[in-house]
């Protein structure tokens, strides 16, 4: 089983940066698919990033691809989603997902095993 707890959301600026971490538990952590999906109010749930265990293998989507960076640190057991140049359209609860298989990051949702309880992020304009 493996356990995900986001961290580092916040009130920003539009064009502020902001980093969320996610850190997880559990034996199969590092060898997990690692996504961040977002929710904003109203709307459904959507891929944002996603990396393969390895870290060697990452996916975006076109919305946050050359803003958002997502990186893993399987030492600390810990996944990142970097933000750069945010948007008010960001504004969402973010949510830390692990799939205990597969080899290039999924986008649907609902191939993911394991889901953190979501961080709010907020973008003011």
């Known amino acids: 089983q493996v356990q995900l707890v986001e961290s580092g959301g916040g009130l920003v600026q539009t064009g502020d940066s902001l980093r969320l971490s996610c850190a997880g538990s559990?034996?199969?952590?590092?060898?997990?698919?690692m996504a961040w999906f977002r929710q904003a109010p109203g709307k459904e749930r959507g891929f944002v990033a996603g990396?393969?265990?390895?870290?060697?293998?990452?996916d975006y989507a076109d919305s946050v691809k050359d803003r958002f960076t997502i990186s893993r640190e399987n030492a600390k057991n810990t996944v990142y989603l970097q933000m750069h140049s945010l948007k008010p359209e960001d504004t969402a609860v973010y949510y830390c997902?692990?799939?205990?298989?597969?080899?290039?990051?999924?986008?649907?949702?609902?191939?993911?095993?394991?889901w953190g309880q979501g961080i709010q992020v907020t973008v003011s304009s």
């Open positions: 990396i393969s265990g390895s870290g060697t293998i990452t």
């Open positions: 997902a692990a799939a205990v298989r597969g080899s290039w990051p999924y986008t649907r949702g609902d191939l993911y095993d394991y």
């Open positions: 559990g034996r199969t952590f590092r060898s997990s698919l």
